[in-house]
Structures are given as C-alpha cells and as structure tokens.
C-alpha cells in the first residue's frame, strides 16, 4: 500500500513547506490552491468553509467534500495527481469538526472501497498525511478510524492486513486520555527509576538522541519558558530526558550539555523500542502526563511540539 520512496520524499516535503504551520483546526491555509479534476468540491468548500454563517451550512460543506472525487476510477486512479490529493486530505483534515472525525474518516473511507485499487490509493496518502513521521499534520486520533476500516475491508487478505494491523498497534499505544506505558530509566550513575513513580502535578517526558539539532531546539524552548521554570522550581512539574537507543557512550558524552534539575536517562537494554512501548518513529517525541501519568498531550497528535505543552499548561493556569 506503499508508493515509490521518492513519491513520498517528494509529497512529505511539499507537506512540509505548505502545510509546517498549521496547529488547530480553524486555521486557514495562506496559499490559494488549484487542485486537479475531479476536486472542484474541495476548492470551494475551502474558499467559502470559513464564511459560513451558521453550523448547519459549515457541517454540510464538510459533509460533500468529497463529492467531485471519482471512488470508482479504479485503475484510472493513477491519474490523479498524489501531490494533489495528498493536498486535499490535509486540507480536510483540518477543517473537519474534531467531534465528528471518526465518523467523517470512516465514511470516507468505506467510499474509497469501491475498489481495491481506489482503496489501495487513499491507504497510502492517508499515511503519508497522518503517520509519516515527516508530516505536520500526523495524528494518530484521526489515523485510527482510516486504519480500521481499511483492515476491516473485504478488499483485503491476510497478508494484506498486516502492515495496518502494525500500524494501529502503534497509534493504538498511550491516546490522549489514557495512562502512558510504564517503563524504567536509568541514569548515569546506573540508579534506575520508573516513570510511574515520579510524583509530580506533571510529568513532561522528552524522547531524545545526542547531536539532535531538533532535540537542542526544543531543549532550548524548554528552559526558555517563564512558565515551565517556575513550574519546575514548585516541584509541579518533572521533565524526564530519555535516550532510547544503544550508543550509551554518545550519550555519556552529551549528558552535561542536558539542563540541570532534569531526570536525564537512558533505556538500558532499548526495552522501549523492543518492546514498541512508544512509538519512536521520530525524534525527538514529546509527552506531557498528569498525576495519574494519563496523557494529555503527546507527538502524534497534530505534532505537538514544545508549544502545544506550554499552550496547555497556561490553560490550566
């Protein structure tokens, strides 16, 4: 269900200088765009989806999105252009009410079920929108329906189904909402600690790798906001550092360029990875957890970088 690699090297870094500041769900794209035959309904759905005076009217442009789109092009579909479509979907998901995702995505879904090669298309450039690790607009909330109704399809055999099955294992794994996985760290003079033992208001785990110029970036940010370094003087707050793979010495080297006062770790044995606790399909990966170590917000979910915890905790304030 995989485009060549350069296909998606090609749509991941359009995604990536259209669509890098997109953060909620009511932005509006700056960039007009003109989209291919057949999506003459996304267009003006999206020219007019942000003056629309009542709910009703804003519901159905959302609702016939799609409805210009050919579900039964079969082996025609290869005559759309990826990059276009791929353009569309994000553009959809972002617009679409978060209360009626799963039903919004399923639906479209069961549509792309006229074939298995219509199928086979929106598998793939629904990876590309929402799992690939380079996409802005990667949430795994909204992958998950997609995934569902694709392994649930009689399109599909056996073999067929197992790439899907992983990959909803993967988004499966610590939702918003639900207790994080549990895991030990260890530090650097070997005391292990486990992360269902920190007590704190909050725990803000950061997965990183040395000489990770993204890792330095969000680091910087960290110790950057008033509201994080008060928090962490109050004992609100703990921000544990975890290094999941398996050059110790790397990280041994790089372990006194960490901020002081934070727990900073290593996965001893990668259990982590071997054991797909986290999905560490890019790094660095964030997740903010509350007393409980349920998670509030977490990489994956419309890429939550350092802003999108900040954001949250002045909300609590």
């Known amino acids: 269900m995989r485009v060549v690699q350069i296909v998606i090297a090609i749509v991941c870094a359009v995604l990536l ?20 035959p057949g999506t003459r309904t996304m267009k003006r759905s999206l020219d007019n989806i942000y003056s629309v005076r009542t709910r009703a009217e804003y519901e159905s442009m959302v609702t016939h999105y799609w409805d210009d789109f050919d579900f039964k092009a079969k082996e025609d579909i290869v005559a759309y252009d990826t990059v276009d479509i791929v353009y569309a979907l994000s553009d959809y998901v972002t617009v679409i009410p978060p209360q009626h995702a799963d039903s919004l995505l399923r639906s479209l879904i069961r549509r792309a079920s006229e074939s298995r090669e219509v199928l086979n298309f929106f598998a793939t450039i629904s990876e590309m929108v929402l799992h690939d690790p380079n996409s802005p607009m990667r949430n795994d909330e909204y992958y998950i329906p997609i995934l569902e109704e694709i392994i649930a399809s009689p399109l ?34 070997g005391k292990q600690g486990r992360l269902h033992n920190i007590e704190a208001d909050y725990t803000l785990i950061m997965f990183s790798n040395p000489g990770c110029p993204m890792c330095r970036e969000i680091m910087d940010e960290i110790t950057a906001s008033p509201l994080l370094n008060e928090m962490h003087e109050r004992g609100n707050i703990e921000i544990l550092s975890v ?32 054991e797909r606790l986290y999905n560490l399909n890019a790094i660095p990966s964030l997740y903010l957890l509350d007393s409980q170590k349920r998670v509030l917000v977490k990489d994956g979910t419309n890429v939550a970088y350092i802003e999108d915890v900040i954001s949250y905790l002045e909300a609590q304030e």
């Open 17 to 36: 200088s259209q669509c890098g500041g997109v953060k909620s769900n009511t932005a509006k794209s700056e960039e007009k765009r003109e989209y291919a």
């Open 156 to 189: 599909l055999d056996e073999y067929d189904r197992i790439a899907p099955m992983y990959d909803l294992e993967i988004a499966r794994k610590n939702r918003i909402g639900h207790t994080a996985n549990d895991f030990t760290y260890t530090l650097n003079n």
């Open 243 to 274: 290094y999941p793979d398996e050059d110790i010495e790397a990280w041994r080297d790089y372990h006194s360029e960490m901020p002081k006062g934070w727990i900073v770790s290593y996965d001893k044995g990668m259990v982590i990875t071997n």
